[in-house]
């Protein structure tokens, strides 16, 4: 880069003899080389209604003869039968749009991907694990009308937004106790393909401020635990997680409530309503509330399919009119809480589609969305010494993005 500087006196512009130069500059000749080896990368996310002709288009793929494979090939068929929207599809190719690589990742393995090469003896399509690369994202979201709202305005994917509901559901009634104002922070692991995201890991930390109070987990696992030990626990080592969640399903909403008089919608009578129904649509999945052991998985009178599970020795849970019941599910069976125990439904006396949950203790009735929940234990003394070791930088982080939209990756 070249500066030039220049000074005038006190002359008037118009007094100044001015004189057009004009020339004729001789350029470079101009080459042009074309390798027959080169390849061109682009990549395109998949949108509502894409087709995967059209998606290849966008690719610039015109190579007839691949896309005949394509359509041929059973394997390829994934190709067809898996365009969720949000997904990345890359391609690599030549300099007149023949394909020589093509990578779509699969729904089926975390890691799978529909992987099409171009080899000597013509097109190779097989399923392949994907060498995936962690990377740790760091996000912030305000509540204007639901939290997925949120978190797509941030960028956040569904699946964070879901474990931000489970790791505070004992806290935070989802369904009820949003606020337009709400704030949450989550650092999360984000596994990414040639620098993007095919899914979303595990949240490492989170914040999240409902109706002026604020909440903040960071996850912990104990060396001593294993691969799959681990939770989410607050600063002082108080474990987040509560014995029961606060409902059974991830998001819904409330039909009939916890009542000593309601009418009966089938029955067309007065009568206690001795626990909540959630109204979904049918095939909801539904989650165990607790840990615990099967009771009773089956036909139930009025209930229709149930589940009942106990969970330590004096408490029980109940969900009623399903759909059906997961696979394997049967009495003695023992459950974790999150896992899957059955699907919304309508069955026995139900006028719809919905889940009738019910919380006892000792045999009791208890309101879920009134009673304080126990909570889980929290760390040891040496446990958490480790927590704070391995959890200090990532709190600490929270902290500092409190109050900023942020939108950063490190």
């Known amino acids: 880069m070249v500066a030039a500087f220049g000074t005038v006196n006190d002359a008037r512009l118009v007094d100044i003899p001015r004189q057009q130069v004009v020339e004729q500059l001789s350029l470079p000749p101009l080459t042009t080389t074309m390798d027959g080896n080169q390849s061109f990368l682009r990549e395109e996310r998949v949108q509502r209604g894409d087709t995967a002709m059209g998606l290849l288009q966008r690719l610039g793929v015109d190579d007839p003869a691949a896309i005949g494979v394509l359509k041929s090939n059973p394997a390829a ?27 779509f990742p699969l729904n089926g393995g975390k890691d799978q991907a529909l992987v099409v090469e171009r080899r000597d003896e013509g097109l190779s399509i097989s399923e392949q694990t994907l060498p995936l690369e962690t990377q740790v ?55 990414n393909y040639l620098g993007r995201a095919v899914r979303s890991g595990r949240i490492l930390a989170a914040e999240f401020t409902n109706d002026g109070t604020t909440y903040k987990a960071a996850w912990y696992s104990d060396p001593a635990s294993g691969e799959n030990g681990g939770g989410y626990y607050a600063a002082d080592g108080k474990n987040i997680r509560k014995a ?19 009418f009966h919608p089938v029955l067309k009578k007065w009568r206690a309503h001795k626990g909540i129904d959630y109204g979904a649509p049918t095939g909801t999945r539904i989650k165990a509330t607790g ?63 919905h889940l009738h949950y019910e919380f006892r203790v000792s045999g009791v009735h208890k309101n879920p969305l009134a009673m304080a929940l126990p909570s889980a234990p929290p760390l040891t003394s040496q446990q958490l010494t480790l927590f704070k070791a391995q959890t200090e930088a990532r709190l600490v982080r929270l902290d500092l993005i409190r109050g900023f939209d942020l939108a950063q990756a490190d």
């Open 77 to 103: 068929q994934n190709l067809f039968r898996q365009l969720s929207p949000g997904k990345n599809l890359t391609a690599w190719t030549g300099p007149q749009g023949e394909l020589q690589s093509l990578v």
């Open 137 to 191: 994202v760091t996000k912030s979201a305000e509540i204007s009308y639901s939290l997925f709202g949120a978190a797509d305005a941030a960028g956040i994917p569904d699946a964070i937004a879901m474990q931000l509901a489970d790791i505070f559901g004992g806290d935070i009634d989802f369904h009820r106790d949003l606020r337009k104002g709400d704030r949450f922070a989550v650092i999360y692991e984000s596994l």
């Open 291 to 353: 840990d615990g052991v099967v009771e009773f998985a089956g036909r139930m009178g009025g209930y229709g399919n149930a589940i009942i599970l106990r969970h330590q020795s004096s408490y029980t849970t109940l969900y009623g009119h399903l759909s059906r019941i997961a696979p394997g599910l049967r009495k003695g069976s023992r459950v974790s809480q999150g896992n899957i125990i059955g699907f919304v439904g309508a069955t026995g006396l139900a006028s719809g589609p």
């Open 244 to 262: 029961f969640l606060r409902s059974p399903l991830e998001f819904s909403r409330i039909t009939s409530g916890f009542t000593s008089a309601r």
